[in-house]
């Protein structure tokens, strides 16, 4: 590809970063929001760039709402979740691969196709299921539904079968049992893309809605993203706290994702072709 | 060859059995969360069903006929696929052309693609809540910054468009990561014969890359008629269906059938007809792409 030059380079990168501002601004606009006080959000025109750093709205958000119980929450669920969904993943993906059973394609594809049965389009049932065994307010419940990721078991797959089998056959002669041989030679040789799962899983239970708006009733097991919709202050107008909320939650996946960026990028492409 | 056979068979069994308790976590819960609602939902769909969930009488396609009778469900049926008719193709036009606008490596390009996929970092109900006030009729920045007095979440015109691009800013980090990769991924010898034959961009672009990455392009329109037949955190967080259920979508009317009526037999009814969608859509796009896509 012939590089570019000279005027159409520059069109082209203004442009783009023209597009690139327009994206952020949502963004940019919460944090800046995080610091506004009551007035400066009902001005008009309306402010862009908050008079002074003040900390308010990120106290009221913080001593008036159980934000931290919700993040907390949060975190519980979603990293216990995203443990045990690699876990789940990566045992079956590994029996996959060196295990020899029964209707071993078929019940590949079984599993393989839950990912046709969209979870938005079965939680009527679920939720029955889930308030019958007595598992509403819990973190169980919310974990519940996410514990199976088709995609990663069939990545993870991918990257076993890439494993020479000859290690295999080497651990088996060194006397190395399938948990040992999982423990020390399979998982350290995919740990990028088990790292990249994690983070994905994490965010996926973290920023899930519907499902935990169901399965919580209880204010102090409410998610952090079902939690800051029921602040009150939007009604009022009063965005400041809400924002603040927000950008405390939001601040968080900016920074891993400015961090991590080359590796979710990978991550989300290669999951999303999955 | 005997004692090798000897060693094998005992470990073959027991080989049997640990690889099945393997896949037995992954196969449990697939069957309690996904198959077994699934039947489950079919069955509700075609039975009466009390509000504890549990079934009282059969009631064969009553609830479809019901269904198909009511008006409330052929607005959310009719504004689900509208909804999909405004994003899909807006969303393509968008990330198309951010895509074409870096795919060319030059100084800046990781920073602008760091830019375009951001709003992957922000969950959609944070997004919900900050579009919310960006729409906002009176202090909005929106109407400020376009110089108009649209009323957006009070306009049944309106309304709808707020989802729409709120779901493209959501959806487009992804999407555009797609195109781009797919743009990169073709040789370069390819556009530059283009060129010396003289195809100018425009040609370059129709005739050379929109059927290379067409592959790409058919994933990323199936996937997104699929979540638009799912559509419902945004209806949920910013307008609960309204203004006069304009924006009341087939997952939303479910939930409200299933959740606040405790009607599950209808709920469960408009269940399927979403899965059933869901289906087709992909169904759809594979069709479509064994005629117009062109693989390498």
């Not at chain 1, 000279?6 to 610091?35: C, D, E, K, N, Q």
């Not at chain 1, 709205?57 to 216990?80: C, K």
């Not at chain 2, 976590?25 to 509700?44: D, E, W």
């Not at chain 2, 959310?76 to 909804?83: D, E, H």
Request: hydrophobic letters at 55%; proline letters at 4%; aromatic letters at 12%.
């Amino acid at each position: 590809m012939k590089r570019l030059t000279g005027t159409r380079t520059i069109v082209v990168m203004i442009l783009a970063t023209i597009f690139g501002l327009v994206v952020t601004f949502p963004i940019y606009y919460m944090v800046a929001g995080s610091f506004f006080s009551i007035r400066e959000f009902s001005s008009f025109p309306p402010t862009i760039v908050p008079s002074t750093i003040r900390l308010h709205n990120f106290q009221r958000a913080i001593n008036e709402s159980p934000l931290i119980r919700f993040m907390l929450n949060s975190l519980i669920s979603a990293s216990v979740g995203a443990i045990l969904r690699i876990a789940i993943a990566t045992l079956s993906a590994f029996a996959f691969v060196y295990k020899e059973f029964k209707a071993k394609k078929l019940l590949f594809i079984v599993i393989l196709a839950t990912m046709l049965l969209p979870a938005d389009a079965l939680i009527l049932e679920n939720y029955i299921l889930i308030s019958r065994l007595g598992l509403i307010d819990t973190y169980l419940g919310i974990i519940s539904i996410h514990l199976l990721a088709p995609v990663q078991m069939f990545m993870l797959r991918q990257i076993f079968k890439s494993i020479p089998i000859t290690y295999r056959e080497a651990a088996s002669i060194d006397g190395c049992g399938d948990v040992r041989f999982l423990i020390r030679i399979v998982t350290p040789m995919s740990r990028s893309i088990m790292l990249i799962f994690l983070l994905q899983s994490f965010v996926t239970i973290w920023n899930s809605y519907l499902w935990p708006l169901l399965v919580t009733n209880d204010t102090t097991m409410r998610t952090v993203q079902v939690g800051i919709t029921l602040l009150s202050y939007a009604e009022n107008l009063d965005f400041g706290p809400v924002f603040a909320a927000i950008s405390l939650v939001v601040l968080p996946s900016i920074l891993l994702f400015l961090v991590f960026r080359k590796r979710i990028v990978e991550g989300v492409v290669s999951g999303s072709l999955g | 060859m005997n004692n090798a056979d000897g060693i094998k068979k005992p470990r073959k069994r027991k080989n049997q059995i640990s690889g099945f308790l393997y896949i037995l976590p992954a196969l449990f819960i697939a069957l309690l969360f996904s198959y077994r609602p699934f039947v489950k939902t079919i069955i509700n769909s075609l039975s009466i069903v009390n509000y504890s969930g549990t079934i009282i009488d059969v009631a064969g396609l009553d609830n479809f006929k019901r269904l198909f009778a009511d008006r409330n469900f052929l607005t959310s049926l009719t504004n689900t696929f509208r909804f999909a008719v405004m994003f899909v193709p807006l969303n393509l036009l968008v990330c198309i052309i951010l895509a074409l606008l870096v795919y060319r490596k030059r100084k800046g390009t990781a920073f602008n693609e760091s830019l375009f996929i951001m709003p992957l970092s922000v969950a959609m109900s944070s997004a919900a809540i900050v579009f919310q006030a960006l729409f906002n009729p009176t202090i909005g920045v929106i109407n400020f910054l376009f110089n108009v007095q649209v009323q957006w979440f009070n306009d049944p015109k309106w309304a709808m468009w707020v989802i729409v691009i709120l779901c493209i800013w959501m959806a487009m980090g992804l999407d555009f990561l797609l195109l781009v990769g797919a743009l990169r991924s073709i040789p370069k010898e390819v556009l530059e014969a283009a060129e010396l034959d003289g195809s100018n961009r425009l040609q370059t672009f129709f005739h050379i890359q929109i059927p290379l990455i067409s592959p790409t392009l058919m994933f990323v329109i199936a996937n997104r008629l699929r979540d638009s037949m799912l559509l419902s955190g945004p209806v949920l967080v910013m307008t609960e269906g309204g203004p006069f259920r304009s924006t009341q979508t087939l997952v939303y009317q479910m939930y409200v059938e299933g959740f606040k009526s405790g009607n599950y037999s209808m709920g469960s009814a408009i269940s399927v007809i979403v899965f059933l969608l869901s289906l087709a859509m992909i169904a759809v796009s594979f069709r479509f792409e064994r005629k117009g896509v062109f693989y390498q």
